[in-house]
């Protein structure tokens, strides 16, 4: 088991993969390395000079390393979960998340001096431009917030040109700081539009998780009194969120910033696949699928749907974790707290059987389908009175401190560039084109 990050070099290996091609008896040696091997080796493999060369074909990557990275590791089997070594059940609840989205970063925690350093700056940069607000201000009052977070944060790179300089460190510790700073503002604007409330401006009295939800919910008050237990509900649930390895947005992150575009662009890049109501966005279907079912006694009946392959159960699943998401028995554990805080929910109670259903059935045990981090949060941000359509908002903000240490490692990497894949073309062979329409312009009545 690897106890130190591991090189960013390829390993030295002996090992290897004799490979027989049975179209011409020839045999190659390829490398193994790091339990890989290169599919760019395996172009040697060729039936002629003018042949291209064998490639890998992968979709949607379900069996292929796209990068080498020494920020997050998990292992599916054994529900593990590590932020640059650190097991996520330690750090959650005892660090904060500010202090995670440094060591993510910096690959090392930080001493106080730096942590007091890296608060104050991005505390002294939660303001966003008055135009972002008035361009917030454009969107329709049914607006879905996450559109806002997309459009909002690409907006910014037109704020901070300098930002494009992307090899010159101290522009991306800024644009870094801009953005964890920025983010939730943008975040807690587009929460108060919807709800037609006046934007409320960050407080920098107030810590990082107190500051969002003095944004989000303070009204006449002069100063927000956040409640304890939602503040370190927040906390918990950044950390858990901040970074996953190669998800899809972190995979968006890393393919739109390989073209050396601002990490402001990038990050819009990631807010938009995590949208997808498969990856970031299925906090708020969860939520959708509990208040369809509406009572225990419809559990079973909704159960059996989704075995006949009627629809999926949001919050189960993962394309890694093929045992329980370690992040969703922190949630559970935490759901329990917030509840006793609020009062007990109808809704958890359907969770609950829910989960007590499929964990016994042999349908999601064969497909080793588990709750992952999705299936208790929206229950969380409900009851602390968020709408279940700003679940997936809750998840973008803490997800910028991964993208931008993943945006930032594959910047550095020697290894990566353009992230420009190729295809196994299925169409049409050459074929001539005959101009066969009228093309002079007139309005046509169909
Ligand atoms: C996140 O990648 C990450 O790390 C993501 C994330 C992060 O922190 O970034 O962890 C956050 O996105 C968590 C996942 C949130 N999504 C959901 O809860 C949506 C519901 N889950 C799925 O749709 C699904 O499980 C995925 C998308 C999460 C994973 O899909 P895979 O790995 O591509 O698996 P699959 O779709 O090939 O399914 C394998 C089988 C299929 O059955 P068969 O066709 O073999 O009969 O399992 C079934 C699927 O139909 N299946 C489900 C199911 N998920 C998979 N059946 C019912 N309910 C489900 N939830």
């Given at each position: 088991m690897s106890t130190t990050a591991t090189s960013q070099t390829p390993q030295a290996t002996t090992d290897s993969l004799e490979i027989r091609d049975s179209r011409t008896g020839t045999t190659y040696t390829v490398p193994i390395a790091d339990g890989t091997i290169r599919t760019s080796d395996l172009r040697q493999i060729r039936v002629n000079e003018s042949d291209f060369g064998l490639m890998g074909y992968d979709p949607a990557f379900m069996n292929t390393a796209s990068c080498r990275s020494a920020i997050t590791y998990i292992d599916g089997d054994a529900g593990i979960l590590r932020y640059r070594g650190y097991p996520i059940e330690q750090l959650a609840g005892k660090a904060s998340f500010l202090e995670v989205a440094y060591l993510l970063r910096n690959g090392e925690l930080p001493d106080q001096k730096e942590y007091d350093r890296w608060v104050h700056d991005i505390t002294f940069h939660t303001y966003v431009h008055e135009n972002i607000?008035?361009?917030?201000?454009?969107?329709?009052?049914?607006?879905?917030?996450?559109?806002?977070m997309v459009a909002g944060v690409a907006a910014l790179s037109s704020f901070y040109p300098e930002a494009k300089d992307i090899f010159d460190k101290r522009q991306r510790d800024i644009s870094i700081i801009r953005l964890l700073a920025k983010v939730p503002t943008i975040a807690a604007y587009a929460y108060r539009h919807v709800k037609g409330l006046p934007c409320i401006y960050p407080d920098n009295d107030l810590s990082y998780s107190e500051n969002f939800l003095s944004m989000i919910a303070r009204m006449s008050e002069s100063k927000y009194e956040a409640n304890p237990v939602f503040t370190k509900a927040i906390e918990i649930l950044f950390i858990l969120h901040a970074d996953h390895e190669q998800n899809c947005s972190t995979n968006a992150v890393r393919a739109v910033g390989s073209s050396h575009v601002d990490p402001f662009s990038a990050v819009a890049a990631g807010i938009s696949a995590l949208y997808g109501p498969l990856h970031g966005g299925a906090n708020e279907q969860v939520l959708r699928m509990i208040s369809e079912i509406g009572d225990m006694k419809n559990v079973p009946a909704f159960v059996e749907s989704v075995k006949q392959g009627k629809g999926r159960l949001m919050g189960f699943g993962h394309r890694v974790y093929k045992s329980y998401d370690p992040r969703a028995k922190i949630v559970k554990k935490l759901a329990d707290e917030v509840f006793a805080s609020v009062g007990m929910d109808k809704d958890l109670e359907i969770a609950m059987e829910l989960e007590r259903i499929a964990l016994s059935d042999d349908y999601f045990i064969s497909r080793?389908?588990?709750?992952?981090?999705d299936f208790y949060t929206g229950l969380i941000y409900r009851a602390m009175k968020f709408p279940t359509d700003y679940f997936t908002v809750l998840f973008a903000i803490p997800r910028v401190a991964g993208w931008l240490s993943q945006w930032e490692e594959m910047l550095l990497d020697k290894e990566q560039k353009i992230a420009r894949p190729r295809q196994i073309y299925t169409g049409y062979d050459e074929r001539p084109f005959t101009p066969a329409l009228d093309y002079r312009k007139k309005l046509v009545k169909f």
């Amino acid at each position: 088991m690897s106890t130190t990050a591991t090189s960013q070099t390829p390993q030295a290996t002996t090992d290897s993969l004799e490979i027989r091609d049975s179209r011409t008896g020839t045999t190659y040696t390829v490398p193994i390395a790091d339990g890989t091997i290169r599919t760019s080796d395996l172009r040697q493999i060729r039936v002629n000079e003018s042949d291209f060369g064998l490639m890998g074909y992968d979709p949607a990557f379900m069996n292929t390393a796209s990068c080498r990275s020494a920020i997050t590791y998990i292992d599916g089997d054994a529900g593990i979960l590590r932020y640059r070594g650190y097991p996520i059940e330690q750090l959650a609840g005892k660090a904060s998340f500010l202090e995670v989205a440094y060591l993510l970063r910096n690959g090392e925690l930080p001493d106080q001096k730096e942590y007091d350093r890296w608060v104050h700056d991005i505390t002294f940069h939660t303001y966003v431009h008055e135009n972002i607000k008035r361009f917030l201000e454009g969107f329709r009052y049914d607006a879905h917030p996450m559109s806002m977070m997309v459009a909002g944060v690409a907006a910014l790179s037109s704020f901070y040109p300098e930002a494009k300089d992307i090899f010159d460190k101290r522009q991306r510790d800024i644009s870094i700081i801009r953005l964890l700073a920025k983010v939730p503002t943008i975040a807690a604007y587009a929460y108060r539009h919807v709800k037609g409330l006046p934007c409320i401006y960050p407080d920098n009295d107030l810590s990082y998780s107190e500051n969002f939800l003095s944004m989000i919910a303070r009204m006449s008050e002069s100063k927000y009194e956040a409640n304890p237990v939602f503040t370190k509900a927040i906390e918990i649930l950044f950390i858990l969120h901040a970074d996953h390895e190669q998800n899809c947005s972190t995979n968006a992150v890393r393919a739109v910033g390989s073209s050396h575009v601002d990490p402001f662009s990038a990050v819009a890049a990631g807010i938009s696949a995590l949208y997808g109501p498969l990856h970031g966005g299925a906090n708020e279907q969860v939520l959708r699928m509990i208040s369809e079912i509406g009572d225990m006694k419809n559990v079973p009946a909704f159960v059996e749907s989704v075995k006949q392959g009627k629809g999926r159960l949001m919050g189960f699943g993962h394309r890694v974790y093929k045992s329980y998401d370690p992040r969703a028995k922190i949630v559970k554990k935490l759901a329990d707290e917030v509840f006793a805080s609020v009062g007990m929910d109808k809704d958890l109670e359907i969770a609950m059987e829910l989960e007590r259903i499929a964990l016994s059935d042999d349908y999601f045990i064969s497909r080793k389908l588990y709750p992952n981090v999705d299936f208790y949060t929206g229950l969380i941000y409900r009851a602390m009175k968020f709408p279940t359509d700003y679940f997936t908002v809750l998840f973008a903000i803490p997800r910028v401190a991964g993208w931008l240490s993943q945006w930032e490692e594959m910047l550095l990497d020697k290894e990566q560039k353009i992230a420009r894949p190729r295809q196994i073309y299925t169409g049409y062979d050459e074929r001539p084109f005959t101009p066969a329409l009228d093309y002079r312009k007139k309005l046509v009545k169909f």
